[in-house]
């Protein structure tokens, strides 16, 4: 495998340490990690691991991710900055952007104030990548991905088909996008944002931030909400009525600021955070009859 996709110019990185691309900051190595720089790329790989029946996964910005310690014996495909991180506007009025999906939420939240359009400032404070965020629906403070996607250009697993989807077609709902079923890979999101105030914007965008210093524990390493949100309840409040706050494994623990958050201490290996997760989830159910669903994809 790697002496072939070396043949094909490809930037490649061997035996590559998980931990360094993945918010966790824990985690096993990878066999190798693929940039790709242009959507033609994108396909040869596509294309390559599947003659070749290789596994494969796709990385954004790895705000959502944990790779086991024990590695994984696949290739990891990641989109470069240099390729997919771009912003682009198709009418007059410039309510209309399309954006590359390598780019930070963080990133645009910032063009996209300065240029005066409204609408995704919810989302100013995700960690991650577009393409992560349109992946999974990320929404926060009440607005979702779902409310400004207008449609998704993507490639189809095997590398064959390039197409657009619609919103419709995207099938948005809580936490989750046709693309998690269907496997195809996001390159490009066009949005359809709103006129507004660059100052209204830029003070929505700083309350917000403060809000979300203020509540979770930004100043650690985690993959943000460990748990998604069962119905009818909050994953933080059931796990700190379960007397959790604070409970550690390890490195791991559950966060003593906002229970939702399992973090990394220091020196946490990824055996620590699931070893934590698990034994949230059965407290949690012993106690409640819920069963926590983690929102982190576990990886090996």
């Keep these: 495998m790697i002496n072939k996709l070396k043949?094909?110019?490809?930037?490649?990185?061997e035996d590559a340490d998980m931990s360094?691309?993945?918010?966790?900051?824990?985690?096993?190595?990878?066999?190798?990690?693929?940039?790709?720089?242009?959507?033609?790329?994108?396909?040869?790989?596509?294309?390559?691991?599947?003659?070749?029946n290789i596994p494969h996964i796709m990385l954004g910005n790895g705000s959502n991710m944990l790779f086991r310690d024990s590695g994984y014996e696949g290739l990891v495909i990641r989109l470069s900055q240099t390729g997919?991180?771009?912003?682009?506007?198709?009418?007059?009025?410039?309510c209309t952007v399309h954006v590359g999906t390598a780019m930070k939420n963080g990133v645009l939240a910032k063009i996209l104030q300065q240029d005066g359009l409204a609408g995704f400032e919810f989302a100013s404070g995700i960690p991650g990548s577009i393409g992560g965020a349109v992946f999974m629906n990320?929404?926060?403070?009440?607005?979702?991905?779902k409310d400004i996607?207008?449609?998704?250009?993507?490639?189809?697993?095997?590398?064959?088909?390039?197409?657009?989807?619609?919103?419709?077609?995207?099938?948005?709902?809580?936490?989750?996008?046709?693309?998690?079923?269907?496997g195809y890979i996001a390159v490009e999101v066009t949005m359809e944002l709103k006129k507004g105030d660059k100052e209204e914007i830029a003070a929505c965008m700083k309350e917000l931030l403060e809000k979300r210093n203020s509540k979770q524990p930004v100043n650690y390493p985690s993959a943000g909400s460990t748990f998604k949100r069962p119905e009818g309840y909050f994953a933080?409040?059931?796990?700190?009525?379960?007397?959790?706050?604070?409970?550690?494994?390890?490195?791991?623990?559950?966060?003593?600021?906002?229970?939702?958050?399992?973090?990394?201490?220091?020196?946490?290996?990824a055996t620590d955070i699931l070893?934590?997760?698990?034994?949230?989830q059965n407290t949690v159910y012993d106690k409640f009859g819920?069963?926590?669903?983690?929102?982190v994809r576990i990886i090996g």
């Excluded at 985690?27 to 390559?48: N, R, Y």
Aim: charged share 25%; aromatic share 8%.
């Design 149 to 182: 996607v207008k449609s998704v250009k993507a490639i189809s697993p095997d590398g064959l088909e390039e197409r657009i989807f619609t919103a419709e077609e995207m099938d948005f709902s809580y936490r989750h996008s046709i693309l998690e079923e269907n």
């Design 84 to 94: 997919f991180d771009y912003i682009e506007y198709s009418d007059e009025e410039a």
């Design 275 to 280: 070893q934590l997760m698990a034994l949230v």
């Design 290 to 295: 819920v069963m926590l669903e983690p929102e």
């Design 20 to 52: 360094r691309y993945t918010s966790f900051r824990a985690g096993g190595h990878a066999a190798a990690l693929v940039e790709v720089e242009t959507k033609d790329e994108l396909k040869a790989v596509l294309q390559f691991v599947n003659k070749e």
């Design 236 to 269: 933080g409040k059931l796990i700190e009525d379960a007397g959790l706050k604070g409970l550690t494994v390890g490195g791991a623990q559950v966060s003593t600021l906002h229970s939702g958050f399992v973090i990394n201490t220091g020196g946490a290996t």
């Design 138 to 145: 990320a929404g926060a403070y009440g607005g979702e991905m």
């Design 7 to 13: 043949a094909m110019g490809l930037n490649l990185i």
